[in-house]
């Protein structure tokens, strides 16, 4: 029997020549090209982030609303708990930034730029020392994930603080 020549890999394809009119994130490698294009992986452009971010731990919880306020403005409201006394809390406004949401807050310096790829969103593991204003005790905004749970306005206009009030306000 004849030997067959060696499959050539994935990874040795060139890369597709750009497609008219076709709206996909210019991405590092042809793979995250591929996935996005067949829906495996969300496109960060497309997905807007409107909606309510939760994660629940055993320590406390993790909150943030977003909401639209304008052509590409929104406005949100974050809330992390880490038991008792530990707590930050704020509300701002936010713009996007390719794979990035900036969230700034009115008043106390404090700007966060957290990486959002449209499933979640994360703020940094270092961020302005002026962030602090907004956290009891020891308490911090640094490095947190924030899943996304819900994708719509209403879901986000529903979301209460630890105190019962509305997160995002109308």
């Known amino acids: 029997p004849r030997a067959r020549p060696a499959p050539r890999r994935r990874d040795q394809r060139p890369e597709p020549a ?5 709206n996909v994130a210019v991405s590092s490698s042809p793979h995250e ?3 996005i294009e067949s829906g495996l ?9 409107v909606g309510l971010y939760q ?13 639209p306020d ?30 990035k949401l900036i969230l700034r807050f009115p008043g106390d310096g404090c700007t966060i730029v ?3 790829d449209g499933d979640r969103v994360a703020t940094p593991g270092v961020i302005d020392l002026h962030c602090a204003a907004l956290c009891e005790a020891r308490g ?5 994930v924030f899943p996304r749970l819900a994708y719509d306005r ?10 019962g009030d509305a997160l995002c306000p109308q």
């Not at 209403?154 to 630890?162: E, K």
Request: hydrophobic share 40%; proline share 4%.
């Open 18 to 22: 750009p497609v008219a009119g076709a």
């Open 33 to 35: 090209r591929a996935a």
């Open 41 to 49: 992986v969300a496109d960060v452009d497309r997905v807007s982030p």
């Open 55 to 67: 994660r629940r731990h055993e320590a406390g919880h993790d909150r943030l609303c977003v909401v």
């Open 70 to 99: 304008g052509p590409e403005r929104f406005r949100f409201g974050i809330e992390v708990v880490f038991g008792a006394h530990e707590r930050c809390g704020g509300r701002g406004t936010a713009r996007r930034a390719g794979d």
């Open 114 to 116: 957290a990486q959002y």
């Open 140 to 144: 911090s905004l640094e490095g947190v």
């Open 154 to 163: 209403g879901a986000a206009l529903n979301a209460r603080n630890a105190d």
